[in-house]
């Protein structure tokens, strides 16, 4: 068995030797492979007489083993080795400083919508959501818009197959149906403001059949159309940063206020030229009114004790008038060049203290 001793020793020194993974699975193969040498020793057992054969098989085996053994230790460290070698390039320096060229970009929406939190924020509204699929009792039905209303067919509505509980499913034609919710969940005093998604089945440069609205509600025991006055007239001076914005306040109809209103703010159309502020032109810009008793009472609340007042605006209006996109098509469109072209520096956060937009 001098041979098989000298065998172990040279198999032994080429696992530890194995410069990598490849050439480890070399000397695997070459040992214990189908045509090994480990393996021809053992195919060579069957020709000796049986004693020599049993001493010879238990000295094969036990080299086999140890062989296996030392290769198996050596395939650990050469991975582990090339962890920590890949860790060691792949590293990055968390302590240098950012690089501005680099940096991501906030989308408009994002923007105007953490701009109109901010104001709304400090007036003391909070923010509150519901689902963008919607039932056609809170879409419709509960904030007093019945079947077969003519206000159904302007909503130009996404419906879903199937029923829930509360009728059809839509996709929310506006986020009004957050009203119904926060208003069957909690008592008097409601002071939320909902920004989210809502759908309509529309699609040219000014309608996207996916947009952004951000609905406002306050019911309290005292609460008038001069509230709802003030409020619009600040949030749109702030939003606009124009201090004496002109803001005009144009009767209209939802089913849900009454009475209701559009809210327009001044602008200066000459010629090519677009401005927001002093001028001899209006814009619409949201609709709002006092809450239709009739909506408080589909939610539990007593119309003769609470008023309210609500808002909602789309959000896309508001970007491309305050940031001059001129089509609403292209915030969907997730193109890199017009995002680092209209969006905004994220470590600037909106606030009524650091100013709105950096
Ligand atoms: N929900 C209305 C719309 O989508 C907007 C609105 C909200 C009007 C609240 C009045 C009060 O057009």
Known sequence: MEDLEDLRSELLAAAEAAADLEALERVRVSALGK????????KGLGAMDPDARRAAGQALNRVKDEVAAAIEARSRTLADAG?????????????????PEQDGRV?????????????????????????????DWHNFTALNIPPEHPARQEH???????EGEDGRMVLRTHTSPVQIRTMQAAEPPVRIIVPGRTYRCDYDATHSP????????????????????????????????????????????????EPSAEVDIGC???????????????????GAGMVN??????????????QGFAFGMGIERLAMLKYGIPDLRTFFESDLRWLRHYGFAPLHIPSMVGGLNG
């Open 35 to 42: 045509k090994g040498r480990v393996t021809g020793l053992m």
């Open 83 to 99: 962890l920590e070698a890949r860790l060691l390039e792949e590293g990055v320096d968390v302590t240098l400083p950012v690089r």
């Open 107 to 135: 989308h408009p929406i994002s923007q105007t919508i953490d701009e109109a939190i901010a104001i709304l924020g400090e007036m003391g509204f909070s923010v509150a959501e519901g689902p963008d699929i919607e039932d």
């Open 156 to 162: 130009d509505t996404f419906y879903l197959p199937g």
């Open 210 to 257: 996916m947009f952004h609205q951000i609905e406002g509600l306050l019911v309290d025991e005292s609460t008038h159309m001069g509230h709802l006055r003030g409020c619009l007239i600040e949030f749109c001076r702030a939003f606009f940063g124009v201090d004496d914005l002109p803001v005009r306040f144009r009767p209209s109809y939802f089913p849900f206020t």
């Open 268 to 286: 200066t159309r000459d010629g090519g030229d677009f401005r927001i502020g002093h001028g001899d032109d209006w814009l619409e810009i949201l």
């Open 293 to 306: 008793p009739k909506v408080l009472e589909n939610c539990g609340i007593d119309s003769t004790r609470y």
